[in-house]
């Protein structure tokens, strides 16, 4: 059964960060791709960040370059996302996908309030 599962979420000050993580299993991690989404309140949903199977390339959306960083870890099947310099426009559900496979996290709430 497959399963992606983030973690890390929360309430953060502008300014702060938060690192989100997820954890795969079920399939083979190391040979797939992944990519974080978000979708703010009342919002279509928007790509984030993209890694390779082996993390050699990284890929960010405008609004997040320099800010985000995204790493994984195949030996513990977990992807990462690293958030710096969080401002209230990044307060989202974010969720973990393997998008070749097609498969969905359930997703972590970050909210960036003061």
């Known amino acids: 059964q497959v399963q992606l599962v983030e973690s890390g979420g929360g309430l953060v000050q502008p300014g702060g960060s938060l690192r989100l993580s997820c954890a795969a299993s079920?399939?083979?991690?190391?040979?797939?791709?992944m990519k974080w989404y978000r979708q703010a309140p009342g919002k279509e949903r928007e790509w984030v960040a993209y890694?390779?199977?082996?993390?050699?390339?990284?890929s960010y959306a405008d609004s997040v370059k320099g800010r985000f960083t995204i790493s994984r870890d195949n030996a513990k099947d977990m992807v990462y996302l690293q958030m710096n310099s969080l401002n209230p426009e990044d307060t989202a559900v974010y969720y973990c996908?393997?998008?070749?496979?097609?498969?969905w996290g359930q997703g972590t709430q970050v909210t960036v309030s003061s």
């Open positions: 079920g399939f083979t991690f190391s040979s797939s791709s």
């Open positions: 890694i390779t199977s082996g993390g050699r390339t990284t």
């Open positions: 996908v393997a998008p070749t496979l097609g498969y």
